[in-house]
């Protein structure tokens, strides 16, 4: 095939490189870091956002009528009185780690998100996969006169509740990690659910989930295809519902609410955010709903006083691409020749989504792209010095903080930010996305490759 001539968004692949450098690293799989000019003060960049605080707090009030079903459903969840809700801690060791290790100082205080250790299926996508199945349990059973306002929602583990949801189905692409949330949470109210997986999903995830009683579809081709895939067959199923990771509101509402369950845990931690006490949060990012989400919850509940950046593997840096050329999710890493191959599972994205891009390009302060051997080196790190153990995505944003010290643009970024003299009081927040249930033998074949000789 002869590429020397082909169009990519209406220019040759020349034309790209010359007008934006970051395109030349990003094509040589170099690690790179892209500062956002498109960001907006946050009073200016609401003004033109679809989305409002008013639909979080209804996707928060969403989930706390589902709490008692979940205190029955999944025993696990009743230590937290049935809200599904991760830890967050300071690892200050792993700050020390870093610092000697990159040879920086990281202003203020390091503190992990560990979102890998969410209930039911162990990552970030249990905020939005398992809301969005809520959500369409909960119309249907209001479609069918099973619940109204004030109903006692343990209902919903019922053999009636079951009986009608089994007349549904939902259906969804993934490359594992949403497949898992979907799927576990939709058999367990009594859908009939097909999860379409790319061929770098993991099997102990296919295993899990057949296990579940979910219909597992593999795929030889990656996430884009599967989802396509997904998308056609639920199209021809009236009574199937496609869970549309890269373009659904429901999805990305659900991880919005992590915004005000975050401002919660951090005052109960007596941790200030506000703009003499910046908030850095760093968010691996594979088509954009999870990250997006969590980021935009928030900037609308900190503004100004928090700076999101998304962290991507060098390999899928699709976000990083769609938002630097302005493209957004017209563009995608494979046009110039990327492979999109990555060990980071849920990062394997070669084209971002499209809805995430445009609402997220005013909120986000910029987005970087390390090499999956950093992250490896980082998952080792971090299981010695703090015996936390995380899939390797969960580390691409540990990167962050190190490269706001190191990286030239981010720099510039602190001080054109006027937060220089703020950053000694600053909170840098790893947003860590998944990892507790990687089986044993496999944690143990992430934490060798890690290890350096
Ligand atoms: C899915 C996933 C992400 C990224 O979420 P997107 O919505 O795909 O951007 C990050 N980390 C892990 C572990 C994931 O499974």
């Known amino acids: 095939m002869s590429t020397v001539n082909k169009q990519i968004c209406g220019k040759t692949k020349e034309e790209w490189l010359q007008e934006y450098p970051i395109i030349k690293d990003i094509c040589t799989y170099k690690e790179a870091v892209w500062c956002n000019p498109f960001k907006e003060p946050f009073e200016k960049a609401i003004l033109s956002c679809p989305l409002t605080k008013a639909d979080i707090k209804a996707a928060d009030a969403r989930l706390k009528r589902f709490a008692p079903y979940f205190k029955v459903a999944f025993p696990e969840t009743a230590a937290l009185d049935g809200i599904l809700e991760s830890p967050v801690q300071e690892i200050q060791n792993m700050k020390s780690v870093l610092e000697n290790k990159e040879h920086v100082s990281i202003p203020g205080n390091l503190w992990i998100k560990l979102d890998s250790h969410l209930p039911i299926s162990g990552s970030i996508k249990a905020r939005g996969g398992i809301y969005e199945v809520l959500k369409i349990a909960e119309d249907i059973a209001l479609e069918h006169n099973l619940i109204r306002e004030g109903s006692d929602y343990t209902l919903f583990n019922t053999e009636n509740f ?111 955010v506000d703009n003499k006490h910046p908030l850095f949060v760093y968010l691996p990012c594979g088509v954009g709903g999870g990250p997006g989400g969590v980021a935009f919850g928030l900037k609308m509940i900190f503004g100004d006083a928090v700076h999101c950046f998304f ?95 190191k990286s030239f643009d981010f720099r510039n970024y602190i001080k054109k930010e006027n937060l220089d003299s703020s950053m000694m009081h600053s909170t840098q927040l790893i947003w860590a996305t998944g990892g507790s249930m990687v089986p044993k033998n496999e944690m143990l074949s992430y934490y060798k490759q890690g290890q350096i000789s």
């Open 162 to 272: 079951r009986k009608i949801f089994s007349q549904y189905a939902i259906a969804v692409g993934s490359t594992g990690n949403l497949g898992l949330s979907i799927g576990i949470m939709s058999a367990k109210l009594g859908f009939r659910v097909t999860v379409h997986m790319s061929a770098d999903a993991r099997q102990w995830k296919k295993d899990m989930l057949r296990k579940a009683g979910v219909e597992v579809l593999e795929y030889k081709s990656d996430y884009g295809i599967a989802v396509a895939e997904g998308r056609k067959a639920a199209q021809s199923d009236p009574s199937c519902h496609f869970i549309d990771d890269e373009n659904s509101q429901t999805l990305f509402l659900g991880y919005t609410v992590a915004g005000l369950r975050l401002k919660k845990q951090l005052e109960e931690k007596k941790i200030e």
């Open 311 to 405: 962290a991507e593997p060098t390999h899928s840096c699709c976000m990083m691409l769609g938002m630097a050329t302005g493209k957004n999710n017209a563009i995608s890493v494979q046009d110039f020749g990327l492979d999109n191959c990555t060990a980071a599972d849920g990062l394997a994205v070669g084209r971002a989504s499209g809805f995430v891009g445009s609402l997220m390009l005013p909120f986000i302060s910029g987005c970087y792209s390390l090499d999956d051997s950093r992250m490896f080196h980082m998952l080792t790190a971090l299981a010695d010095a703090e015996n936390i153990y995380l899939e390797p995505s969960a580390l691409a944003g540990m990167y962050g903080p190190v490269l706001l010290e």
